[in-house]
């Protein structure tokens, strides 16, 4: 596409010495100008020499010849090695030009609907391990996208709409680089062909399996024996995940020490799995990171699967880092607001970033569900216990939930646990009053059953205390009553005796 400057000699023999010389021509002559196709063999493409089209058919043109010579300029908007002959017939001159090669200018490389985004705030372009078509065109020189003549592309030339070097074929190789983020991982692209035809390469299959802003680079070595032809597209993206991966994920039961792992209504649940960037392969995209990372914990939403009750959702937190994040949510706690049967329950993830890019187990956006945990409506009771005013008492704490309309033994809760402190005496009757008795010891929950123990207060002091137990708040709570030696007590008691042996 660039002109060059053509010299044409008119030469004969000197009949005295038989050697070449100049001849005497000059003016303007009537020349039969022809186009011959060297490599390719054939094409379409004229010869442009002083203005005229010159094919493979012949071209009269006129030519201006001084002192033998006429010095013109020419061009050729194609690629390939080429020669042309000359014929002036009313002269009898007739000839060759050396075969010479024109080669492509640049290579002119784009990607269909690319936005050409410059940062992790440009638009998005399209997901990792997704297809996207690729442009690449061997172009000839055009003034405007070299301002300097230095016969190099200006910084960010649009090179797609010049002139297709149609005779052109060769072997090209392609690489990128990646522009953005930093530091980032360069990934791999895939699915362009090793070869250009008819000056054209579409690859429709090309693939990018990473996050970011890449530039694609396409050269071909030496054309011709004529040097490398070569080519860079601007910024390519942005590229994002095809999806954030979260697997079948587990609820934390509160108590896992017994046979059947559980939580108590109302009780603080934790949930712990991993968020992970994927492309459409389902390989990792670490690129997912910093400012390239647009999930954020607002973007997420904890929800009852399958139960009855419902859900309060603690603090949701993560930070990616090289495309991955461990998914924290601490003080859940769900419920029913009284009492209730036991329930298995399973909860589901849900969520976007703000690129779109959903929160699920695969591309086509399955919600992730995580297994299912055992709820139960709880109660801690003190049972009630008697005991000579000289022993020790000790009563049994019972951990309880609800089932089928009534309070059992959970006998999986070995979990439960408190101090003395958390427990109190009050409604002192009898003859029994504060600083008589004491808790002497405690134990908390194992199997179902915790226990607290009171000092024996002496003869002459019997009498009856409540226990009071500061249970957790998941719990409902029943007192029980401590009973030492004679003493009437309660109308709801219709007989009880102590008896010395």
């Given at each position: 596409?660039?002109?060059?400057?053509?010299?044409?000699?008119?030469?004969?023999?000197?009949?005295?010495?038989?050697?070449?010389?100049?001849?005497?021509?000059?003016?303007?002559?009537?020349?039969?100008?022809?186009?011959?196709?060297?490599?390719p063999?054939?094409?379409?493409?004229p010869?442009?020499?002083?203005?005229?089209?010159?094919?493979?058919?012949?071209?009269?043109?006129?030519?201006?010849?001084?002192?033998?010579?006429?010095?013109?300029?020419?061009?050729?908007?194609?690629?390939?090695?080429?020669?042309?002959?000359?014929?002036?017939?009313?002269?009898?001159?007739?000839?060759?030009?050396?075969?010479?090669?024109?080669?492509?200018?640049?290579?002119?490389?784009?990607?269909?609907?690319?936005?050409?985004?410059?940062?992790?705030?440009?638009?998005?372009?399209?997901?990792?391990?997704d297809?996207?078509?690729?442009?690449?065109?061997?172009v000839?020189?055009?003034?405007?996208?070299?301002?300097?003549?230095?016969?190099?592309?200006?910084?960010?030339?649009?090179?797609?709409?010049?002139?297709?070097?149609?005779?052109?074929?060769?072997?090209?190789?392609?690489?990128?680089?990646?522009?953005a983020?930093?530091?980032?991982?360069?990934?791999?692209?895939?699915?362009?062909?090793?070869?250009?035809?008819?000056?054209?390469?579409?690859?429709?299959?090309?693939?990018?399996?990473?996050?970011?802003?890449?530039?694609?680079?396409?050269?071909?070595?030496?054309?011709?024996?004529?040097?490398?032809?070569?080519?860079?597209?601007?910024?390519?993206?942005?590229?994002?995940?095809?999806?954030?991966?979260?697997?079948?994920?587990?609820?934390?039961?509160?108590?896992?020490?017994?046979?059947?792992?559980?939580?108590?209504?109302?009780?603080?649940?934790?949930?712990?799995?991993?968020?992970?960037?994927?492309?459409?392969?389902?390989?990792?995209?670490?690129?997912?990171?910093?400012?390239f990372?647009?999930?954020?914990?607002?973007?997420?939403?904890?929800?009852?699967?399958?139960?009855?009750?419902?859900?309060?959702?603690?603090?949701?937190?993560?930070?990616?880092?090289n495309?991955?994040?461990l998914?924290?949510?601490?003080?859940?706690?769900?419920g029913?607001?009284?009492?209730?049967?036991?329930?298995?329950?399973?909860?589901?993830?849900?969520?976007?970033?703000?690129?779109?890019?959903?929160?699920?187990?695969?591309?086509?956006?399955?919600?992730?569900?995580?297994?299912?945990?055992?709820?139960?409506?709880?109660?801690?009771?003190?049972?009630?216990?008697?005991?000579?005013?000289?022993?020790?008492?000790?009563?049994?704490?019972?951990?309880?939930?609800?089932?089928?309309?009534?309070?059992?033994?959970n006998?999986?809760?070995?979990?439960?646990?408190?101090?003395?402190?958390?427990?109190?005496?009050?409604?002192?009757?009898?003859?029994?009053?504060?600083?008589?008795?004491?808790?002497?010891?405690?134990?908390?929950?194992?199997?179902?059953?915790?226990?607290?123990t009171?000092?024996?207060?002496?003869?002459?002091?019997?009498?009856?205390?409540?226990i009071?137990?500061?249970?957790?708040?998941?719990?409902?709570?029943?007192?029980?009553?401590?009973?030492?030696?004679?003493?009437?007590?309660?109308?709801?008691?219709?007989?009880?005796?102590?008896?010395?042996?």
């Amino acid at each position: 596409g660039h002109d060059f400057t053509v010299t044409i000699t008119a030469i004969g023999e000197d009949p005295q010495s038989g050697q070449c010389t100049a001849l005497d021509y000059s003016g303007t002559k009537t020349i039969d100008a022809t186009l011959f196709y060297n490599d390719p063999s054939s094409g379409s493409t004229p010869f442009i020499l002083d203005g005229n089209n010159v094919t493979s058919s012949g071209t009269s043109i006129q030519l201006n010849f001084t002192n033998s010579t006429a010095t013109v300029s020419a061009t050729y908007n194609d690629a390939g090695k080429i020669w042309f002959r000359l014929t002036d017939s009313a002269e009898n001159i007739t000839g060759d030009s050396a075969v010479f090669v024109v080669k492509p200018w640049a290579y002119s490389v784009t990607a269909d609907g690319n936005p050409g985004a410059a940062d992790a705030s440009g638009n998005v372009f399209c997901a990792a391990g997704d297809t996207f078509t690729l442009q690449i065109k061997a172009v000839c020189w055009n003034s405007a996208d070299d301002t300097d003549n230095d016969l190099v592309p200006d910084s960010g030339a649009d090179l797609s709409d010049n002139t297709v070097t149609a005779n052109y074929s060769a072997s090209v190789t392609v690489s990128h680089s990646l522009t953005a983020p930093s530091g980032g991982a360069a990934g791999n692209l895939t699915g362009i062909p090793g070869t250009i035809s008819d000056g054209e390469l579409t690859a429709a299959n090309t693939v990018y399996d990473e996050v970011g802003i890449i530039t694609i680079t396409v050269d071909t070595a030496d054309y011709l024996g004529a040097g490398d032809v070569s080519g860079t597209s601007g910024d390519i993206g942005r590229f994002t995940p095809k999806y954030i991966d979260i697997p079948t994920f587990v609820q934390n039961p509160a108590c896992t020490a017994g046979a059947h792992p559980f939580t108590y209504a109302e009780e603080p649940f934790s949930i712990d799995t991993t968020l992970t960037a994927k492309a459409t392969g389902g390989t990792v995209t670490t690129n997912y990171t910093g400012d390239f990372a647009k999930l954020a914990s607002g973007d997420l939403a904890l929800a009852v699967q399958s139960g009855s009750g419902s859900l309060s959702v603690g603090t949701i937190s993560f930070t990616f880092n090289n495309g991955t994040a461990l998914f924290t949510i601490p003080g859940n706690r769900y419920g029913w607001g009284s009492a209730h049967d036991p329930e298995t329950v399973t909860l589901n993830i849900t969520g976007s970033d703000s690129d779109s890019v959903s929160v699920s187990t695969d591309t086509s956006g399955t919600a992730a569900v995580s297994s299912g945990v055992s709820y139960r409506y709880g109660r801690l009771q003190v049972l009630d216990s008697f005991s000579p005013s000289t022993r020790d008492l000790t009563l049994t704490i019972a951990a309880q939930y609800y089932s089928a309309g009534d309070y059992v033994a959970n006998t999986d809760d070995s979990c439960t646990t408190y101090t003395d402190s958390n427990i109190t005496l009050q409604n002192w009757q009898g003859n029994l009053t504060a600083g008589d008795t004491g808790i002497s010891a405690f134990t908390t929950v194992t199997d179902g059953n915790g226990s607290v123990t009171l000092s024996a207060p002496g003869l002459s002091h019997e009498g009856m205390v409540d226990i009071i137990l500061n249970a957790p708040a998941w719990f409902t709570f029943d007192a029980g009553t401590a009973t030492f030696g004679i003493y009437r007590g309660d109308d709801r008691f219709i007989s009880w005796q102590e008896i010395q042996k």
